[in-house]
């Protein structure tokens, strides 16, 4: 690569001086030809961006260790989003990459031997650096061969594609880019998680492990896996994973998706202002969530930053490396002749590893089962209706939580005192290793030699009056590069998948509807409007009425819709902000309404009816319990469960209810919101709001689902409402439930079925709808135990159908 002088004759006029300079800036190159090379010696070796964001070339840490890598040019540390060579330093002296004549990009140390190399032909021209961060070789015809974006790091960058063969592995430690313990990838099963595979265990904790695919709003029922987010924020995965950037919507800002040392994936945005990166969305808000992250034997305790422990009877394995946990001051290997004793942690679980699970004992009886376990190291047992016990064998993934309701009893030697340790106290989490003694930090720019000591100052003159010219030249440069970032296929599969979610004109959605002619429903927030899209997807349109929220407050909630995706809820496809109009755009549900299939000739199958009920209990579930904020829908009923062409039900408005944060104030509701007869009791009594009033409305729903005819109604005696519908319902099922009736649910159960129904389903359903709409809040079941409590009796075989099939 060439370079100008750094100094001038006298008699060399200033100008042209300045006038070289100016073209050093402007020229500055993006792409290596065939036969050239970078050298790790000049710091003038490096590809910039033609919009100047990234920078490609040698990047050093410490004294002697250099990697070839691409990083932000602007930010403050220079942030590495890909590394050739990310466990394999090369030498700060000799080293070098070069585009051979045979088309090989190939990194070789200083002895030359090879470091890295990719397997692209004689066909490379050159390689290039593009505008979206994508290191890429070209052949004839600008032919991508190989690109950096098949092969990332720990980074994702927008618009690059996340699939089965990638993966996002996490750093080592702060100051270590090796290779470390956290993952990022596809899962056999299509579904995207997080990993932690150490030296010991290999451990998934993101989604949630506890629950299943479904429970975790994924699908598993694809046969792809492609993941992507656009420059807005807006990421988006085939098993209906996605989540919006909280400061979604401009396109000026640069963003990171980043699988972090501590383990957790987040999106980063970068202040230009600053150099310096926001965390807009992270995967875990919790990271004592994260498994693995404290080592063997490890607590990981919230105080509110997470902190590592050890428990009594154990001490750090290697102060200031929680990655390499805590070990027994005593002997493991208890005898079955030592005695020993148990100490109580509270709150605290080790999750997995797991010698027994035994329902329904009592605490002796699981303290007796590990006892008599020699590979027994502590025992859980949670208190709850079963009374559940499991026994551990191995003591990894351990966490302390107030609200984790359960204890656990760790087996020590009763010569072990562990009197001082009954609160947990942990230091603050720092995994590193003994190799980080090696790396120095960041260089210096002074700890170099005059040759880099020149450049350094060069270009910082160039820089200054590349800025002016870049503020004549931008809109050149985005003309011109704007489309060279990615392959045309790449570029028209990124839009297919991104497609689901924009903003649309108000002229554009007046088009697709038509002008707004056909009309699908009409509820308390506005009208919904069928719409066909210019890529012929036909939509339901959304037009919102008294909506006087300004610009900023919709966008937050477009925000929060975006990161809530369930199977069982209504997707959206996008929306519209253009003045006074404020319209939503989701997918158009082909079967409409519960209520258009309960409460007419069209009536639903059992089979189906049990599905709505299932599937609408999984959607509330996680409204309530998994989402990142906690959603009440306040307005649950027939008309707002919608049915796809397989009889699938999503619940519908959930993004226009009120949104409140965990253990925040739920009750500052402004007006009531909900449907007459579905509405819980506490609307009208003042009470704090909480998600049971969605529960309360899910009972009549539940129940209007048996017995095929509303009994949210009220009756009418006198002129005035005397008494609702339900109410009778319930009297008249408790009385005879308690005469002992043997026939009572084949009364109940809607007579256009013709005895083709599940007994026990329908018997169970009926039991959950009434627990449900108890008029003492605190009575009633929790969202989760309800689809538990389903699941139960979901696969029933045929002859438990009623006798009167």
């Known amino acids: 690569m060439r370079s100008f002088p750094t100094s001038t004759s006298p008699k060399f006029p200033y100008f042209l001086t300045v006038f ?424 210096s720019m002074y700890n170099i030699n005059n040759k880099k000591m020149r450049w350094v100052y060069l270009y910082s003159f160039a820089s200054a009056i590349g800025f002016i010219e870049l503020l004549f030249v931008a809109s050149g440069w985005w003309f011109l590069f704007r489309k060279q970032g990615v392959p045309n296929l790449v570029e028209d599969g990124y839009h297919v998948i991104l497609s689901r979610f924009r903003r649309f004109t108000y002229a554009e959605l007046k088009k697709a509807t038509r002008n707004f002619k056909e009309e699908l429903g009409r509820g308390g927030s506005g009208a919904v409007y069928k719409g066909i899209l210019t890529d012929e997807r036909v939509v339901a349109v959304k037009r919102l009425e008294n909506m006087y929220q300004g610009e900023d407050v919709f966008w937050a909630e477009m925000s929060t819709i975006g990161k809530i995706n369930h199977m069982n809820l209504v997707r959206m496809w996008g929306f519209c902000s253009e003045g006074k109009h404020r319209l939503l755009v989701y997918e158009h549900m082909e079967n409409q309404s519960l209520d258009k299939h309960l409460f007419s000739p069209k009536f639903l199958e059992w089979k189906d009816r049990f599905g709505v009920a299932l599937g609408t209990a999984k959607g509330l579930a996680y409204l309530h319990h998994e989402c990142l904020e906690w959603v009440i829908h306040c307005d649950v009923k027939p008309g707002n469960i919608l049915l796809d062409s397989e009889f699938e039900p999503k619940i519908a408005d959930f993004g226009l209810a009120k949104l409140s944060q965990r253990g925040g104030n739920s009750s500052d509701f402004s007006r009531i919101r909900g449907t007459k007869g579905y509405m819980a009791p506490e609307w009208a009594t003042n009470l704090p709001i909480t998600a049971k009033v969605d529960v309360y409305s899910y009972g009549v729903v539940i129940l209007e689902i048996v017995k095929g005819i509303p009994v949210s109604n009220w009756v009418i005696e006198g002129g005035e409402e005397h008494e609702s519908e339900l109410t009778r319902f319930v009297k008249v099922v408790k009385r005879k439930i308690h005469r002992g009736e043997d026939s009572w649910i084949e009364e109940i159960v809607d007579p256009r079925l013709n005895g083709q129904f599940s007994r026990n389903q329908a018997a169970r359903i009926v039991e959950i709808g009434i627990s449900c709409v108890e008029e003492d809040r605190n009575k009633r079941p929790t969202m989760d135990s309800v689809v538990q409590a389903l699941l139960e009796c979901q696969d029933e075989p045929k002859n438990q159908f009623s006798d009167s099939q």
Not at 384 to 405: A, D, H, I, M, W
């Open 20 to 443: 070289f300079l100016f073209l050093s800036t402007s020229n500055s190159q993006n792409f290596l030809r065939r036969g050239s090379s970078l050298s790790v010696e000049d710091d003038s070796d490096i590809l910039i961006s033609p919009d100047k964001t990234f920078s490609c070339g040698f990047y050093g840490m410490g004294q002697n260790a250099y990697w070839f890598s691409i990083w932000f040019t602007n930010s403050k540390d220079r942030t590495v989003v890909w590394m050739a060579n990310r466990d394999r330093p090369a030498n700060g002296r000799g080293s070098r990459v070069s585009l051979r004549r045979d088309g090989a990009m190939v990194l070789a140390d200083v002895d030359g031997s090879i470091i890295w190399e990719t397997n692209t032909s004689t066909n490379a021209r050159r390689a290039e650096l593009l505008d979206t961060g994508n290191l890429v070789i070209k052949g004839p015809g600008g032919k991508i061969l190989w690109q950096s974006f098949n092969f990332p790091t720990d980074t994702l960058l927008p618009k690059q594609f996340f699939t089965k063969n990638t993966k996002l592995i996490a750093r080592l430690h702060r100051e270590s880019f090796a290779s470390g313990y956290f993952s990022f990838f596809f899962d056999n099963d299509n579904v995207l998680r997080l990993i932690y595979d150490g030296p010991d265990i290999s451990s998934i904790y993101w989604p949630n492990p506890e629950f299943d695919v479904f429970q975790n709003g994924r699908t598993n029922y694809n046969s792809s896996r492609i993941a992507v987010y656009d420059e807005m924020g807006h990421f988006i995965s085939s098993d209906q994973f996605q989540f919006v950037a909280s400061d979604m919507g401009s396109l000026r800002i640069k963003r990171r998706l980043t699988m972090d040392y501590d383990g957790n994936l987040r999106l980063y945005s970068l202040n230009n202002d600053t150099g310096l990166w926001m965390v807009s969305w992270e995967a875990l808000s919790q990271l004592c969530h994260v498994h693995g992250i404290c080592g063997r034997n490890g607590i990981c305790v919230n105080t509110p930053e997470p902190k590592c422990s050890c428990p009594p009877g154990y001490e750090i394995t290697e102060p200031g490396n929680w990655n390499k946990g805590c070990k027994p001051s005593f002997n493991e290997t208890l005898s079955q002749s030592q005695q020993v004793k148990f100490v109580q942690l509270p709150h605290v679980e080790y999750w997995g590893f797991d010698l027994n699970y035994s329902p329904s004992i009592s605490m002796d009886s699981c303290m007796t089962l590990c006892l008599e376990d020699y590979r027994c190291k502590a025992f859980s047992y949670r208190v709850t209706e079963k009374r559940l016990c499991f026994t551990k064998s191995v003591l990894f993934n351990g966490y302390q939580s107030p609200s984790f309701p359960a204890n656990i009893f760790l087996k020590l030697p009763v010569s072990v005192d562990a009197s001082e340790l009954a609160t947990l106290t942990g230091t603050d989490l720092v995994c590193q290793s003994a190799e980080s003694e090696t790396i120095i930090g960041p260089p």
